[in-house]
């Protein structure tokens, strides 16, 4: 007597398929466009150095960095100070070596160090400032080793000035400082396209006088 039923040697095959896989939600869609909106890179520094500063200089995300051009105007306003201090290194090794005057290496070592810190750090201090305008404040980060971020609302700001030196003028670029109510301390933005500068100048003014008048 035969009896037919299934044979338990033969591969078991499912007719379910397989189901998709699930995206990774850290992964960026690019079909699907920032809620944020585009960030774009300020007048005079490319999408890719805004991106690489943003990213590894910055530390705090969404930030925009100031123009690579400042570094260029800070050292050259720190110029008189550079050859003051070559100077008093040179005067020291010269005390030296004609009076046997030898602790004199010491201020002549701290001097070297003063102006070599003021020029190699340079670059690094304006890599690590950036600033951020949201839609109730402005946010401004500075400080290599010691962060610092101020965010200024637009109902406190009490006045906006726009600063631009000699350098600065020549490098198209200005500073924008920003002084607030209740005799908090004045927030200074530096190294910024005069175009940019003048963009936030008049959205901190037109931004506070709306939130003013819905008072």
């Known amino acids: 007597m035969s009896i037919s039923g299934h044979d338990p040697a033969a591969p078991v095959t499912s007719s379910a398929e397989p189901s998709p ?3 990774d939600p850290a ?11 585009p960030r774009s890179a300020p007048a005079g520094l490319s999408p890719e150095a805004y991106a690489a500063v943003n990213r590894d200089r910055l530390g705090i995300s969404g930030l925009r960095p100031v123009s690579p051009d400042l570094v260029r105007a800070r050292l050259l306003a720190g110029i008189v100070g550079d050859v003051i201090g070559l100077l008093l290194i040179a005067g020291c090794i010269v005390l030296w070596l004609l009076l046997d005057w030898w602790w004199m290496i010491f201020p002549a070592v701290l001097v070297l160090v003063l102006v070599l810190q003021a020029v190699l750090l340079t670059p690094r ?3 690590a400032i950036g600033y951020l305008d949201r839609e109730e404040d402005l946010v401004v980060a500075s400080g290599i080793m010691f962060r610092s971020l101020e965010t ?7 006045s906006v000035e726009v600063h631009e030196g000699p350098i600065e003028r020549s ?3 200005a500073s924008l400082s920003v002084s607030t109510a209740a005799g908090e301390a004045d927030v200074s933005l530096p190294g910024l396209p005069r175009e940019e500068a003048e963009r936030l100048r008049e959205l901190l003014t037109r931004r506070g006088v709306e939130l003013m008048a819905a008072l």
């Open 21 to 23: 896989a699930r995206p």
């Open 27 to 37: 992964t960026p869609d690019p079909a699907r466009p920032d809620p944020a909106g």
């Open 125 to 127: 201090r304006v890599r």
């Open 152 to 158: 200024v609302a637009f109902g406190r700001v009490q």
């Open 171 to 173: 490098l198209g670029l």
